[in-house]
């Protein structure tokens, strides 16, 4: 609730004054149902999921935090968002999915070789943060994130179908990737009403992943484009 993130700005204002922090940084805290929340860790600096954030204010985070550090001070755009309340207005919502070659059919086993064909999706507002492209061989030797992807919406369904429609639109060929699960978690109805505690995985996967599920309007929607396919075909075929 917006009263919940006044008073997680207030906390979080009180930290980095008591310690003398000046830089970009990251306050984590757990949330539970009665809106209490509770202090995690801090990272001092920007994490992976610093998109979200940019894209729901619209402003650039890791120029923020070269500004700071080169002694220029808060960027002047930062100052006119946040006003008196130090505390940047956002606007919509944004979702984030990290694509790591990783194979959640066979227990996350990370996944080696050459991303051919690789294309990313080119969608509207939606973002890909990606340190690799067609061609790039995936080693065992770093972190297997290929990238990651971030939807943004005026609510937050809207962003949760954007990104799941984004994720229909990646190419991941020569690896094994978990775009497909994280597709699957988009689509499950306690996601998307938004019963996302941290044993989703293993409440609605107790099993492991087996591959997306088709809704009953999908199976219908496959068998009939299967059957068109299938009558053009012998259509070319007896000309």
């Not at 997680?8 to 922090?21: E, R, S």
């Not at 949330?31 to 204010?57: A, C, G, I, K, W």
């Not at 507002?125 to 994130?145: A, E, I």
């Not at 699957?184 to 599920?213: C, M, N, W």
Request: net charge negative.
């Amino acid at each position: 609730t917006e009263e919940t993130r006044q008073k997680m700005v207030a906390q979080v204002k009180t930290l980095v004054q008591q310690v003398g922090y000046v830089s970009a940084g990251t306050v984590e805290f757990l949330v539970d149902e009665e809106q209490n929340f509770y202090f995690l860790e801090m990272n001092t600096r920007l994490q992976v999921e610093h998109p979200v954030t940019e894209m729901v204010s619209g402003v650039d985070l890791v120029k923020g935090m070269l500004h700071v550090g080169a002694g220029w001070g808060v960027p002047q755009e930062f100052l006119d968002k946040m006003g008196t309340n130090y505390r940047m207005p956002d606007y919509g919502h944004a979702v984030e999915a990290r694509v790591y070659a990783e194979d959640p059919l066979r227990g996350f086993l990370p996944s080696t070789g050459p991303l051919v064909p690789y294309q990313e999706p080119a969608l509207p507002n939606v973002r890909v943060d990606s340190g690799v492209t067609k061609g790039h061989v995936v080693s065992p030797f770093y972190d297997p994130m290929l990238s990651k992807v971030i939807c943004w919406d005026e609510t937050r369904e809207g962003a949760v179908e954007g990104l799941a429609r984004a994720l229909d639109h990646y190419v991941i060929e020569g690896v094994q990737h978990n775009a497909r699960l994280v597709n699957d978690v988009l689509r499950h109805p306690a996601f998307i009403e938004g019963k996302t505690p941290t044993s989703f995985l293993p409440t609605h996967y107790p099993d492991g992943f087996v591959g997306v599920q088709l809704s009953d309007k999908e199976k219908m929607e496959l068998v009939v484009a299967v059957a068109a396919i299938s009558k053009k075909r012998i259509q070319v075929l007896k000309q």
